[in-house]
């Protein structure tokens, strides 16, 4: 069986042409029925409405109990802006309390018809109770969601400050590795430049010494060629030698 549920609202209702007076109005809901107190602080009345009406309400609507009752508590419950309430005089000192709302785009009138309790100060009393419980209930929860909000702050602004520090230290740290890193990548362009240099020194003495072979092997060549003109020239007094004693020879025969 589901638990009942409970509430209290105050409308601004307008009686007998007269300028709108505030009215209380608390409910009790069950899945199936509705109890109502309605108390002006000086006056107050009843309405019970049963299982039976009930239903018999909700066909009229061609709705279920459960979605009539969840309608009703639903503008019984808050005021709901756009809905017209009533509190008219029904005779014999009951009253009519109504609400409108739209359905289909069809503006609709609920109307239930209240009797007027035997003891006002009962129900008047029973209200206030429910609404000084009820305030108690917001205040202590109130005070606990502010708690919880400023402990929530208080870890907010820690965590905050950690982050900045954080930011901080990485900030420093990318500074300090970096200025590192230049250091090194200094040092290193240095070696690379004082490298070059050397290998530049070391080129030098190389061309100067091919520059010494090319000229000495040019060198050698023209020597090469003076010597072997003298050869040519025995070679050719050999030849007029023999030439002339085979002339000889063939006189003496």
């Known amino acids: 069986m589901e638990a009942q549920k409970y509430t209290c609202v105050k ?28 108390s002006n602080g000086l006056e ?21 109990v459960s979605d009539y009752v ?11 802006p756009g809905s017209v309430y009533g509190f008219s005089d029904a005779g014999n000192g009951c009253r009519r309390l109504s609400w409108t709302f739209e ?17 006002s100060k009962k129900i008047t009393a029973e209200v206030l109770d429910f609404l000084m419980d009820a305030n108690i209930r917001l205040s202590e929860e ?40 230049v250091q090194v990548l200094n040092s290193k362009k240095a ?13 030098t003495p190389r061309q100067q010494l091919e520059e010494e072979e090319e000229s000495t092997d040019k060198t050698e060549t023209f020597d090469e060629g003076s010597d072997e003109e003298p050869e040519k020239d025995e070679v050719s007094s050999s030849k007029d030698v023999r030439t002339t004693s085979s002339r000889g020879r063939k006189r003496k025969q």
């Open 142 to 181: 109130v005070v606990w969601k502010t708690q919880s909000f400023d402990r929530l702050k208080v870890e907010g602004e820690k965590c905050l400050a950690q982050s900045e520090k954080l930011s901080n230290e990485r900030l420093e740290f990318e500074s300090e590795i970096y200025g590192k890193f």
């Open 191 to 203: 070696k690379l430049r004082e490298l070059r240099g050397q290998l530049s020194k070391q080129a």
């Open 11 to 38: 409308l601004e209702l307008p009686t007998d042409g007269s300028k709108p007076e505030p009215v209380f109005v608390k409910g009790t809901w069950s899945p199936t029925c509705f109890d109502l107190s309605i």
């Open 70 to 80: 969840d309608l009703a508590e639903r503008f019984l419950g808050f005021q709901q």
């Open 103 to 119: 359905k289909n785009g069809t503006k609709l009138e609920w109307r239930w018809k209240c009797q007027p309790s035997p003891d």
């Open 44 to 64: 107050a009345w009843t309405c019970h409405a049963t299982e039976e009406e009930v239903q018999e309400r909700a066909s009229q609507w061609d709705q279920t």
